[in-house]
């Protein structure tokens, strides 16, 4: 009896909790810092600050532009353009309903009409994890936009959404599935479950979880784990035609995507250079910020 009880609660629950975590909206969650530019009837978050060459940043799968809370200024001290984005449901960019908005190809065009939209010909494209496989779409789709790519531990082969994907479609149970796991207060035990150096979790937990806290979050994670990958020119099929250089960079103890897929991006594409970094995992620029780092400056005097 009591463990119908308890699971009744856990299904049910977040249906009314949901209204006490999501209680920001996306231009809230914007500030002063950043600006919207609307993007196929998208509010896409663009933070643009600096002067130089442009470097446009894509967050991995879980952050938004937080995630680049320390590179970010360091890359504009040295004389960069830098301009973060926030991808179709995350940070303050649109929560969108229509599943094709959170295709790796929609996401990818998102990026060139920034582009556009700043009237910048073409730029270094630097992207973390599920923000890397953007950067490569984007050099599949508008080669001539792109100068050169630093992808940290780029998602690059897979050709699926993980399977966790297809559960959290369910009625309900997947409903219930996608709040619990999605939890504010479990920011921290995730990222630290990623990482081999996880001291920087502690200080930077509460940046990544404010993203989880704007309004059709959750409805937003759950459309995009019904969409398509990629789109009309898959990443794992097209990533070998990339013929700017590339420059990748790994930690050697990633539990994620494991440094052999560098390796093979290394030996496969025209251009690419992998840089390992030991002992780190999933997240380089927060776990080794000054290798990160000095690999960065390296990748951008070639």
């Given at each position: ?104 190809e929609a996401q ?23 923000g890397g496989r ?58 630290k479950a990623v ?108």
């Open positions: 009896m009591w463990g119908i009880i308890i699971l009744i609660f856990l299904c049910g629950a977040p249906f009314i909790l949901i209204r006490w975590r999501e209680t920001r909206t996306i231009q809230q969650l914007l500030g002063t810092q950043g600006r919207h530019i609307i993007i196929n009837g998208n509010p896409v978050a663009v933070y643009d600050q600096g002067s130089g060459p442009a470097i446009v940043m894509l967050h991995g799968f879980g952050g938004w532009q937080a995630t680049w809370g320390r590179v970010q200024p360091a890359l504009e001290a040295a004389g960069y353009r830098t301009i973060g984005i926030d991808a179709i449901g995350a940070g303050a960019s649109s929560r969108s309903s229509h599943k094709h908005d959170y295709t790796t990818a065009r998102n990026v060139i009409a920034v582009l556009d939209a700043l009237g910048i010909d073409n730029a270094t494209i630097l992207g973390h994890s599920y953007i950067a490569l779409q984007t050099a599949i789709l508008a080669p001539e936009r792109v100068n050169r790519i630093i992808a940290l531990a780029p998602e690059s082969l897979a050709k699926e959404r993980p399977p966790i994907a297809k559960i959290v479609t369910i009625p309900i149970l997947g409903y219930a599935l996608a709040f619990w796991s999605t939890a504010p207060s479990l920011t921290g035990a995730g990222l990482s081999k150096r996880p001291d920087w979790v502690v200080a930077q937990q509460h940046e990544y979880a404010r993203s989880v806290r704007v309004q059709g979050h959750l409805a937003g994670q759950i459309c995009q784990s019904s969409a398509p990958k990629d789109g009309i020119k898959p990443v794992p099929e097209f990533y070998k035609t990339i013929t700017c250089p590339v420059f990748l960079i790994w930690g050697d103890r990633d539990p994620v995507f494991a440094v052999s897929t560098g390796t093979t991006l290394v030996n496969t594409m025209p251009d690419a250079h992998l840089a390992v970094i030991p002992n780190t995992g999933h997240v380089p620029h927060e776990e080794s910020f000054d290798e990160t780092m000095a690999f960065m400056h390296l990748a951008l005097s070639q």
